[in-house]
Protein backbone atom coordinates (compact mmCIF):
# COMPACT_ATOMS: atom_id res chain seq x y z
CA UNK A 1 0.00 0.00 0.00
CA UNK A 2 1.35 3.32 -0.91
CA UNK A 3 1.57 6.06 1.43
CA UNK A 4 -0.37 8.85 -0.13
CA UNK A 5 0.79 11.55 2.49
CA UNK A 6 4.67 10.96 1.13
CA UNK A 7 6.79 9.02 3.99
CA UNK A 8 10.07 9.55 2.85
CA UNK A 9 11.73 6.16 2.09
CA UNK A 10 14.00 4.58 5.17
CA UNK A 11 17.63 5.49 5.10
CA UNK A 12 20.20 2.71 5.66
CA UNK A 13 23.92 3.53 6.35
CA UNK A 14 26.68 1.43 4.68
CA UNK A 15 27.70 -0.73 7.13
CA UNK A 16 29.99 0.66 10.03
CA UNK A 17 33.38 -0.14 10.38
CA UNK A 18 33.96 -0.70 14.23
CA UNK A 19 31.14 -3.07 13.73
CA UNK A 20 33.99 -5.51 12.30
CA UNK A 21 36.80 -4.19 14.10
CA UNK A 22 38.52 -5.53 17.25
CA UNK A 23 39.67 -3.04 19.97
CA UNK A 24 38.55 -1.40 23.23
CA UNK A 25 35.72 1.62 22.68
CA UNK A 26 37.87 4.19 22.40
CA UNK A 27 40.46 2.18 20.40
CA UNK A 28 37.85 1.96 17.50
CA UNK A 29 36.76 5.49 18.06
CA UNK A 30 40.41 6.29 17.65
CA UNK A 31 40.70 4.28 14.21
CA UNK A 32 37.03 5.26 13.03
CA UNK A 33 36.54 8.49 14.53
CA UNK A 34 33.40 9.29 11.79
CA UNK A 35 31.85 5.70 13.22
CA UNK A 36 28.48 6.32 15.38
CA UNK A 37 28.76 2.88 16.95
CA UNK A 38 32.15 3.22 18.20
CA UNK A 39 31.13 6.42 20.22
CA UNK A 40 28.17 4.66 21.42
CA UNK A 41 30.25 2.10 22.78
CA UNK A 42 31.95 4.78 24.51
CA UNK A 43 28.77 5.79 25.78
CA UNK A 44 27.69 2.33 27.18
CA UNK A 45 31.11 1.94 29.07
CA UNK A 46 30.71 5.55 30.43
CA UNK A 47 27.31 5.30 31.35
CA UNK A 48 27.73 1.70 33.17
CA UNK A 49 30.96 3.19 35.10
CA UNK A 50 28.67 6.22 36.19
CA UNK A 51 30.63 8.75 34.24
CA UNK A 52 27.46 10.28 33.08
CA UNK A 53 29.37 13.71 31.38
CA UNK A 54 31.85 11.41 29.43
CA UNK A 55 29.04 9.46 28.25
CA UNK A 56 27.00 12.63 27.29
CA UNK A 57 29.56 13.60 25.37
CA UNK A 58 30.62 10.40 23.50
CA UNK A 59 27.30 9.69 22.97
CA UNK A 60 26.66 13.44 21.55
CA UNK A 61 29.76 12.68 19.21
CA UNK A 62 28.13 9.61 18.02
CA UNK A 63 24.56 11.38 17.19
CA UNK A 64 26.16 13.72 15.40
CA UNK A 65 28.80 11.66 13.27
CA UNK A 66 25.48 10.14 12.77
CA UNK A 67 23.61 12.60 11.40
CA UNK A 68 26.17 13.68 9.02
CA UNK A 69 26.21 10.00 7.15
CA UNK A 70 22.52 9.93 7.12
CA UNK A 71 22.21 13.46 5.06
CA UNK A 72 24.99 11.99 3.15
CA UNK A 73 22.79 8.80 2.25
CA UNK A 74 19.43 11.33 1.32
CA UNK A 75 17.92 11.06 4.75
CA UNK A 76 16.52 14.57 4.63
CA UNK A 77 15.85 15.15 8.76
CA UNK A 78 12.82 12.80 9.16
CA UNK A 79 11.77 9.44 8.52
CA UNK A 80 12.17 5.69 9.02
CA UNK A 81 15.71 4.56 9.73
CA UNK A 82 15.46 0.76 10.58
CA UNK A 83 17.03 -0.87 13.69
CA UNK A 84 16.99 -3.96 11.24
CA UNK A 85 19.33 -2.57 9.15
CA UNK A 86 23.27 -3.22 10.98
CA UNK A 87 24.38 0.29 9.60
CA UNK A 88 22.13 2.14 11.17
CA UNK A 89 22.10 0.61 14.54
CA UNK A 90 25.29 2.36 16.20
CA UNK A 91 23.51 5.81 14.99
CA UNK A 92 20.47 5.04 16.69
CA UNK A 93 22.43 3.34 20.13
CA UNK A 94 23.91 7.14 20.15
CA UNK A 95 20.76 8.52 20.22
CA UNK A 96 19.51 5.95 22.90
CA UNK A 97 22.44 6.68 25.23
CA UNK A 98 22.03 10.59 24.55
CA UNK A 99 18.84 10.88 25.88
CA UNK A 100 19.91 8.29 28.59
CA UNK A 101 22.97 11.00 29.20
CA UNK A 102 20.69 14.08 29.53
CA UNK A 103 18.35 12.34 31.57
CA UNK A 104 21.39 11.50 33.86
CA UNK A 105 22.65 15.36 34.04
CA UNK A 106 19.57 16.56 34.64
CA UNK A 107 18.80 17.48 30.97
CA UNK A 108 15.22 16.11 30.59
CA UNK A 109 14.03 18.17 28.04
CA UNK A 110 16.86 17.06 25.86
CA UNK A 111 16.24 13.45 26.88
CA UNK A 112 12.58 13.47 26.03
CA UNK A 113 13.84 15.24 22.80
CA UNK A 114 15.73 12.36 21.80
CA UNK A 115 13.57 9.20 23.07
CA UNK A 116 10.57 11.02 20.74
CA UNK A 117 13.40 11.13 18.00
CA UNK A 118 14.05 7.43 18.65
CA UNK A 119 11.04 6.17 18.62
CA UNK A 120 9.58 8.28 15.39
CA UNK A 121 12.99 6.88 13.65
CA UNK A 122 12.50 3.49 14.38
CA UNK A 123 9.80 1.79 16.97
CA UNK A 124 11.81 -1.36 17.24
CA UNK A 125 15.26 0.41 18.04
CA UNK A 126 13.04 2.39 21.05
CA UNK A 127 11.84 -1.04 22.30
CA UNK A 128 15.20 -2.28 21.74
CA UNK A 129 16.82 0.26 23.71
CA UNK A 130 14.95 2.28 25.59
CA UNK A 131 11.86 -0.21 26.95
CA UNK A 132 14.69 -3.29 26.99
CA UNK A 133 12.59 -5.10 24.09
CA UNK A 134 9.36 -4.35 26.47
CA UNK A 135 6.99 -3.88 23.56
CA UNK A 136 3.92 -1.73 24.81
CA UNK A 137 5.41 -0.75 28.33
CA UNK A 138 6.20 2.91 28.82
Known amino acids: MTNLLGEPPETFLPEDP ?20 AW ?14 IAYAFARTGYHRGLDALRRNGWKGH ?3 P ?7 GFLRALADLAE ?9 EAHRCREFLRESS ?5 ALVLGGQAGAE
Open 101 to 109: ASERVGDLE
Open 18 to 37: AASADGSPQDLARAYPSSSL
Open 40 to 53: AMCADEALADGEDV
Open 123 to 127: LAAYE
Open 79 to 81: GPI
Open 83 to 89: WSHPGNQ
